[in-house]
Structures are given as C-alpha cells and as structure tokens.
C-alpha cells in the first residue's frame, strides 16, 4: 500500500515538475494560476498510459485548485478526449462549483449530448448563454444542435447572439447552418449583404460555390474577383469562376480561368463541370474541335456524381448555341457544332432524332437561299436522310424523312418527272404506311400521294398499265370518294 502511494506521488511529481515553476502548493491554490492549457494534454496522455494513477493525479490537482474553474474544465477535458464521459461529468460540475459564471463548462456539458440528444444538449448550451450572455460557443453551439430539428429556432438564436455582440459576423454562421442543410440558395442569401473581404478562404470558396449552385452567377463572379485577389494561388477560386462565367456567356473569362486550374490542378480533382466549364466557353467562342477535344474527356474521368448529368447538360449546350447560331444565320456553324455532336455524343436512346435535328438545321437554311445554292444545301439535308433511311428504317418517325424526301425530290431534281427520282422514297413511305394498323388523316394523305405519284409514273414512264391501275385502286381504298382514282381506272379501262 506504502508503494502504490509512492508510485502516485512519484508520478504526481514528474507530472507537476513538466507544468509548473518551482513555488510551492499554496502559492499556486492561492492563485489558481496554474496552466489548464499545458495540464489538459499532460493528464489525457496518462490517463490514456496509467488510468488508475491518472485519476489518482487528477484528484490531487482538482483538491489543490479547488476555486478554479478553467482548471477543473480542463481535468474534464482530458477525460473527455479519452471517452470517459461520467469523469468529465464530474469535473464539469466541479468547474461549475467553481465558477457558476464560467460558460465553458455548460458549454461542455452541451457537448456530451449533442451527438444524440438535441434537446439536452440544447438546454446547456443555453445555460452557458445564460451564464455568459456573450457567450459565442454557447449561441453558435445551440443553433448548430437545434438546426437539426428547428432550423428557424436556430436561426433565431444565432440572431440573439447579432443584438449580444453587433459585430460578430452572425451571418456568416447562418449561411453554415444552411450550407449543412444542403440549402444552397438560402446559406448564398445569407451572406448577401456581408462583405468578402471578410471572409476567409474557405468562407469564400463555401459561398462561391452556393452562388453557383443556386445559380447567380454575377454574385459568384464579384466574389470570386475579391477572392482571386486576395488568395491568388488558390486555383479553385478560378475554377468556381469559370463555371459561372460560362453559364453567364462570359466566355473568354472562362476559357482562361478554367485553363488556369486544369493546368495546376491534381488530376483526381478535376470533375466533369471543370470540362463542362471550358467546353462551353470554347462553343461560345466559336472553337468547336476543340470544345469537344475538353468534353470527351469526360469520358474518361470516373465521376460518379456529376459524370450522369452530363449527356443532358451537353445536350442543352448544344441545342442552345444551335439555336443561337440559326438566329444569326450562320447556319453552316450550326451544322458543324451539331454535327460533332452527333459524333462524339451519339444517342442513346433516339439516334435518328439527332439526324433529323441536322436534316432540319438545312431545312432551315435553304429557305433563305434559292437557285444551286439552295439545291446544294437540300442535297445535304438528302444526304443525312440517306443516312436515317438506311440506319434507322424502323423510327417511328420515319415516314416524315421519306415524304420530304421524295415530294423535294420530286419538286427540286425532277419536276417533270422524266427520270423517276422520287419513286424509291415514294415506295418506301407507302411501304411503312402500309404497315401501320392505323393511320391519322396526315399520315393517309402521304399514303395516297404515293399511291398517286407510283400510279402515274407506273402509267406515264413506263406504260405499265397493271402497275398503274393497282396503284389506283390502293387510292380508293384509303379513300373510297377519291374522284381522281376512280377517273384514272375508268380511263384505263377504256
């Protein structure tokens, strides 16, 4: 028993010789100025080494600094820091005892219920506000626990601790509670009227980033100049910037910002949106090789949260600057940009369309031309139907490309119908028709302007009057009142 008393001072000893000058006991119980700060780490290393000695030692101490309160919280502390919560429990107390004003030990107290039990933890820490009405952990704290539960209570703590200290930076505490939350829009609301130049590195990256998710792009843009300025060597700020700068049409900002962070970023940082990013940046300035060089890298990139997003995303940037472009008549670059589209961002779902979406860009564009020119441009829209014809015989939309195809060529390459060009298109609609169960009205129409254009030239090209009169008779039985069939037949029967 003598031994394990000696081996208790023993260590008591050496502890004390680490933290405290060589005065004696009373000099420090009478000042309690002994170092919480360096006892804290002391006491939570042997308590984690030699528990039965450390509580032994935490004893002595929290005895000889009885009327200390930052002492006593830091005995707590070191139990806490090695999970014994009812030893913390028991010097929290003490410090309370100590110092019924002493906020950080309701602080703490909060702190042993806040993983589990938000209405505890929540009645403490207003106890510490209660104690310290000035107390920043006690509000910050309260509304971090409660915002679990009751956003708009938490919200209205953190507006208690605005009237208690005007010029702590509440907002910025706000904007946390919902940035947890996952309310990107209502944490970028809440630093509207603060200003950046304030904010510090990380609270500028968290805002920019909630301004461009909640898309306002000109609040994320004037932040991120602030934030460049002042923290030029971190190339996120770039990045965030040239996302928004693209979506803004802002393209040459965001080309040469989002160059600044692909080029100093670690590879398995960049995301799809970096490439998103340049990629339309480089659309916008008309670059559209390299647009797609940006995008398909894409494909590469094992980006399982935004990588999903991205066909859709592309699909919009494409569309949208085809659109654009249309207005503007430079319909030869619309048809290039989409056509690289269709290239690298291939359909899965509905091909064809994609075609046809090129087929219409010179639709479009020959109705502004006339003479060859205008022939030329048709002979491309011809050329890709060639291409749904032949890949796609089955879309269900099919009979739109081989009616336009067949009555243009018909209108356009043989308006006297002296070489039967519109013949094989005419077949094949008729063909796809013939297989439907059902026809609308529109699609009956383009039945029997088949049927009427394979019965003449069968009659007039190549005086096959059998070939004539079944087309003739497949009129009338789409449409049994159709007077010119029933003339043709007639005069055929003659």
Known sequence: MIQRHVTYRILLTSLLALLLPLTGWECFRASAQMDPDAVQPAMAELIRRHSTSADTIAKEISAKFWGSAPMQIALARAYYRNNERQKTRYYLKKAMAADPKFSPAYVMYGDLYGEWNVDSAAYWFNRAIEANPKSIEG?????????????????????????????YNV????????????DDKAAAAALQDVDPNTLTMNQLAQYMQNCYWSTYDDRAMEVGEIAMRRFPENRGFNRVYAWSAARSGRYREAMSNAKLWLDNAPEDSINSIDYLAIGTACVGEGQYDKAFEYLN????????????QMPGQIAQLVNRNVDELKEQGRYDAAAKLYSLYIKDYPSASDPAYQYYTLAQIYRSQQEELDGEKQKEVIRKMFAVYDIIEEKYPDWGNIHYVLYTHARWTYSYFDPENEQSLAR??????????????????QETT???ESCQYLASDSYFQKQDLTDARLWWSRILTLDPTNQ???EALAKIKK
């Open 446 to 448: 383009m039945a029997i």
């Open 424 to 441: 094989p298109y005419y077949q094949q609609l008729y063909d796809v028709l013939e297989k439907r169960a059902k026809l609308s009205d």
């Open 139 to 167: 509000y910050v704290k309260y509304a971090n626990v409660m915002a679990r539960k009751d956003i708009d209570k938490a919200v209205a703590k953190l507006e208690e601790l605005r009237k208690a200290l005007p010029s």
């Open 297 to 308: 890298h894409i494909h590469e990139l094992k980006d399982d949260y935004f990588a999903p």
């Open 484 to 486: 010119v069939a029933k």
């Open 171 to 182: 907002d910025v505490e706000i904007s946390a509670l919902y940035n947890k939350r996952g």
